[in-house]
């Protein structure tokens, strides 16, 4: 339109932008430091909670170092993190599915070996992961579809969703099944695995499964977030 713009140039490609990022940027303020602490506080990188349910399956896939990981929006995008450093790749909402369709293909085309493994949560798969799992299987895309139903939506605040039983009000309502969903998408049944993610065990026989396969592949991890309170009390110790 013969607009004079800038853009690129100056903002950022990568990370996110604040006030600070975008004053620096346009008028070449750089923001003087605001707050001043008297004593050094060591970083604190971000890692999976304490007793998180997908510490399992993560440790488990984390032993093959022939997979490619493709993660989605959620707590459990910190698998990519130490000492864990499953996850590769973190892209929006439903590509945990969608991009693993896409790194197969491409490993199909230059021949390259390999298993790709896409993960994604219980309130993520509701929200944009069904189309992805049923592009996989019109395409016969033979990706392992990690779902990690932890009965909660966890990284934004404990918001139900359609697989808690109860509405975002707290009210009673019907309980939308994973399994029967990634059935009815046309996952065969002998390529569904539902796992307690505590159980290692069990665990490593459905990653291998899944690895061996050849078809589209789906592992269901069931284990509910550690911080959700009535875990919080079943783990309590009465003294």
Do not use: W
Request: net charge neutral; with cysteine.
């Amino acid at each position: 339109m013969g607009i004079d713009c800038v853009g690129k140039d100056i903002i950022p490609i990568c990370g996110e932008l604040n006030p600070d990022i975008i004053k620096e940027a346009f008028f070449g303020k750089e923001e003087k430091e605001k707050y001043k602490l008297d004593v050094n506080v060591p970083s604190r990188p971000p890692v999976l909670c304490p007793g998180c349910p997908h510490r399992g399956i993560f440790y488990v896939v984390s032993k093959y170092k022939d997979i490619v990981a493709t993660g989605d929006i959620g707590c459990y995008t910190l698998g990519m993190m130490p000492p864990l450093n499953v996850t590769d790749t973190v892209i929006c909402m439903g590509a945990g599915i969608s991009a693993a369709i896409g790194f197969e293909k491409v490993y199909k085309m230059a021949n390259r070996k390999g298993k790709i493994f896409g993960f994604v949560g219980d309130s993520t798969f509701f929200h944009s992961g069904i189309t992805g799992l049923i592009d996989a299987v019109y395409n016969q895309s033979p990706i392992v579809a990690v779902i990690l139903d932890n009965s909660i939506t966890a990284m934004t605040g404990h918001q139900a969703n359609p697989g808690t039983g109860k509405t975002i009000k707290g009210e009673i309502t019907q309980v939308v099944d994973i399994y029967s969903i990634v059935k009815a998408v046309g996952v065969k049944e002998e390529n569904i695995r539902v796992v307690d993610p505590y159980d290692l065990k069990a665990t490593e026989e459905a990653v291998k499964d899944a690895y061996n396969s050849i078809e589209p592949f789906v592992i269901i991890t069931k284990q509910p977030c550690a911080l959700i309170k009535e875990v919080q009390k079943r783990g309590q110790v009465n003294t």
